[in-house]
């Protein structure tokens, strides 16, 4: 296929061929769905074990710079300027009308050095954002040269603290810089999975050798995007592009939790962002619309872009991401529903084939997170 | 010589001696597909013209179909399927078949593919 020529490799495409994956086009790079264990393997060893994810086609960016904190406090509604040195943040990037242009990690290296971690489908735009809107307050540099995997799941503490004892006591959401396979890389105890965890930024000539070094371990499998993808979603986080995106404002993406305290009305640094008045009058009036989770109450998976209604058939929502469910065996998916309609237990069909099919607003995470916090 | 015909959408038909056939999908397409969760069977008594979707199969990937390879009238159904989907995974062409049928129109077999025929259409 000639499209394909346009496609960029991550520094593990030899590693992920000669494991046996098959690989896909994702995000402008040939990604790993699933290796030979298939989805639904991957996926429960992930929760049973230890999962290694090359997560490598996402933007990897430092700011540096005294500024930087204030200078990224124009864009993301998050306070960054009191994030403590060796601590992250889930951020978001808004635009003028409150949408929401991409999601992001934040982390505070000290020494006025921000690391942040954003979306491979966004990371351009992302990258040029930043330049434009505060290039002149801090240095933005692409970290072209690193590779982030990801090594999660409950055996994940154990298999990565023998290589590197020291982030057995980092607790989530904390990061560190530590020496992993002869190389330093930046640790953070996070991922999108749910489960304890890390992601692992490595020097991209230096991330083969790590990958290969964990996968040495007994407890840990290769997990493609496909795993990634089910567990994303029983954890009930969002998936940008799918459940949140320039159309979604953080309150109806049901994400008031990732506005900090400060940075919201009657903070101490209220507002400041992009869209920051809609968001502020969304938190006082409320929206018409929610992102909800929604479990099936029959087997036939749900999937994006199902239309939602209610019991006299009309439509209410839609279904933003759906499908299949391994930890939890059932179907399960997230959308966006009228407000009238989002309260957990809320009966409602989605329509399959032109078939209603039962569900049910639910609360998310659909399986308990098992975040490590002390 | 094998009795077990195929069809470009990937289905196994395996003529059975009472003079029905067996359908199901083929090993290449379940690995195509990946973990089947999901199987919505016809009903018995369910008559379709060759071509037309006879089930409906989800796998954690994606939706498909099965297309019945000839027209014909379904006599039975792999009931197993509807709570374990991945026999279908686990074994395509023997403990994972769909549905039996009678065949209304033997002319249109020979208009499927053999196992050569369909080893060489899947590249294999």
Same mark, same amino acid.
């Given at each position: 296929?000639? $499209?394909?020529?346009? =496609?960029?490799?991550?520094?593990?495409?030899?590693?992920?061929?000669?494991?046996?994956?098959?690989?896909?086009?994702?995000?402008?790079?040939?990604?790993?769905?699933?290796?030979?264990?298939?989805? =639904?393997?991957?996926?429960?060893?992930?929760?049973?074990?230890?999962?290694?994810?090359?997560?490598?086609?996402?933007?990897?960016?430092?700011?540096?710079?005294?500024?930087?904190?204030?200078?990224?406090?124009? =864009?993301?509604?998050?306070?960054?300027?009191?994030?403590?040195?060796?601590?992250?943040?889930?951020? =978001?990037?808004?635009?003028?009308?409150?949408?929401?242009?991409?999601?992001?990690?934040?982390?505070?290296?000290?020494?006025?050095?921000?690391?942040?971690?954003?979306?491979?489908?966004?990371?351009?735009?992302?990258?040029?954002?930043?330049?434009?809107?505060?290039?002149?307050?801090?240095?933005?540099?692409?970290?072209?040269?690193?590779?982030?995997?990801?090594?999660?799941?409950?055996?994940?503490?154990?298999?990565?603290?023998?290589?590197?004892?020291?982030?057995?006591?980092?607790?989530?959401?904390?990061?560190?810089?530590?020496?992993?396979?002869?190389?330093?890389?930046?640790?953070?105890?996070?991922?999108?999975?749910?489960?304890?965890?890390?992601?692992?930024?490595?020097?991209?000539?230096?991330?083969?050798?790590?990958?290969?070094?964990?996968?040495?371990?007994?407890?840990?499998?290769?997990?493609?995007? #496909?795993?990634?993808?089910?567990?994303?979603?029983?954890?009930?986080?969002?998936?940008?592009?799918?459940?949140?995106?320039?159309?979604?404002?953080?309150?109806?993406?049901?994400?008031?939790?990732?506005?900090?305290?400060?940075?919201?009305?009657?903070?101490?640094?209220?507002?400041?962002?992009?869209?920051?008045?809609?968001?502020?009058?969304?938190?006082?009036?409320?929206?018409?619309?929610?992102?909800?989770?929604?479990?099936?109450?029959?087997?036939?998976?749900?999937?994006?872009?199902?239309?939602?209604?209610?019991?006299?058939? $009309?439509?209410? #929502?839609?279904?933003?991401?759906?499908?299949?469910?391994?930890?939890?065996?059932?179907?399960?998916?997230?959308?966006?529903?009228?407000?009238?309609?989002?309260?957990?237990?809320?009966?409602?069909?989605?329509?399959?084939?032109?078939?209603?099919?039962?569900?049910?607003?639910?609360?998310?995470?659909?399986?308990?997170?098992?975040?490590?916090?002390? | 010589?094998?009795?077990?015909?195929? @069809?470009?959408?990937?289905?196994?038909?395996?003529?059975?001696?009472?003079?029905?056939?067996?359908?199901?999908?083929?090993?290449?397409?379940?690995?195509?597909?990946?973990?089947?969760?999901?199987?919505?069977?016809?009903?018995?008594?369910?008559?379709?013209?060759?071509?037309?979707?006879?089930? @409906?199969?989800?796998?954690?990937?994606?939706?498909?179909?099965?297309?019945?390879?000839?027209?014909? @009238?379904?006599?039975?159904?792999?009931? &197993?399927?509807?709570?374990?989907?991945?026999?279908?995974?686990?074994?395509?062409?023997?403990?994972?078949?769909?549905?039996?049928?009678?065949?209304?129109?033997?002319?249109?077999? &020979?208009?499927?593919?053999? &196992?050569?025929?369909?080893?060489?259409?899947?590249?294999?």
């Amino acid at each position: 296929m000639s $499209h394909t020529e346009t =496609l960029s490799r991550t520094p593990l495409y030899a590693l992920h061929v000669e494991l046996g994956a098959k690989m896909v086009p994702f995000a402008g790079y040939e990604m790993p769905v699933q290796y030979p264990l298939g989805i =639904l393997k991957e996926h429960q060893h992930t929760r049973a074990a230890a999962g290694l994810f090359d997560v490598s086609h996402m933007g990897q960016v430092k700011l540096i710079g005294a500024e930087a904190a204030a200078a990224l406090e124009t =864009l993301v509604p998050i306070d960054v300027i009191d994030l403590p040195v060796g601590l992250q943040r889930y951020a =978001l990037f808004t635009n003028d009308d409150g949408g929401i242009l991409d999601d992001l990690m934040v982390a505070n290296f000290g020494g006025g050095v921000l690391y942040v971690v954003v979306n491979a489908a966004c990371k351009a735009q992302d990258i040029a954002h930043l330049k434009s809107k505060i290039g002149h307050r801090c240095e933005v540099v692409e970290l072209t040269d690193r590779a982030l995997l990801a090594l999660q799941g409950p055996a994940a503490a154990t298999v990565l603290a023998r290589h590197a004892p020291a982030v057995a006591e980092l607790t989530f959401m904390h990061c560190t810089r530590v020496e992993l396979a002869g190389v330093e890389c930046y640790v953070s105890r996070s991922g999108y999975t749910g489960e304890d965890g890390y992601e692992i930024s490595v020097p991209a000539d230096h991330a083969e050798a790590l990958a290969r070094l964990l996968l040495a371990e007994p407890e840990v499998q290769a997990i493609g995007l #496909g795993a990634r993808d089910s567990l994303r979603l029983e954890a009930g986080l969002c998936l940008y592009g799918h459940d949140i995106d320039t159309s979604t404002t953080p309150i109806e993406g049901s994400l008031l939790w990732a506005i900090s305290k400060a940075r919201r009305p009657g903070g101490e640094r209220a507002g400041g962002y992009p869209g920051a008045a809609v968001v502020a009058r969304h938190i006082a009036e409320g929206v018409q619309r929610k992102r909800v989770g929604l479990l099936v109450k029959d087997k036939v998976p749900v999937r994006e872009g199902a239309e939602l209604v209610d019991a006299d058939g $009309h439509t209410i #929502g839609k279904v933003t991401s759906g499908g299949f469910g391994p930890t939890l065996g059932a179907p399960l998916a997230m959308g966006y529903v009228a407000s009238a309609h989002a309260a957990l237990g809320t009966p409602l069909f989605a329509m399959v084939r032109g078939k209603p099919v039962a569900v049910e607003v639910a609360k998310t995470p659909f399986v308990p997170q098992r975040y490590y916090r002390s | 010589m094998s009795d077990i015909k195929y @069809t470009e959408s990937h289905e196994w038909l395996r003529l059975e001696a009472d003079g029905c056939a067996t359908v199901g999908v083929t090993d290449y397409a379940q690995n195509l597909l990946g973990d089947l969760v999901y199987v919505a069977l016809p009903r018995e008594g369910d008559r379709f013209a060759q071509g037309e979707e006879a089930a @409906t199969i989800e796998s954690v990937k994606a939706a498909g179909e099965i297309k019945i390879p000839v027209d014909g @009238t379904v006599v039975s159904v792999n009931v &197993a399927l509807a709570d374990e989907p991945s026999l279908v995974n686990e074994a395509a062409e023997s403990a994972g078949w769909f549905f039996r049928m009678r065949i209304d129109n033997p002319e249109q077999l &020979a208009g499927l593919m053999d &196992a050569a025929g369909y080893h060489a259409y899947i590249g294999a």
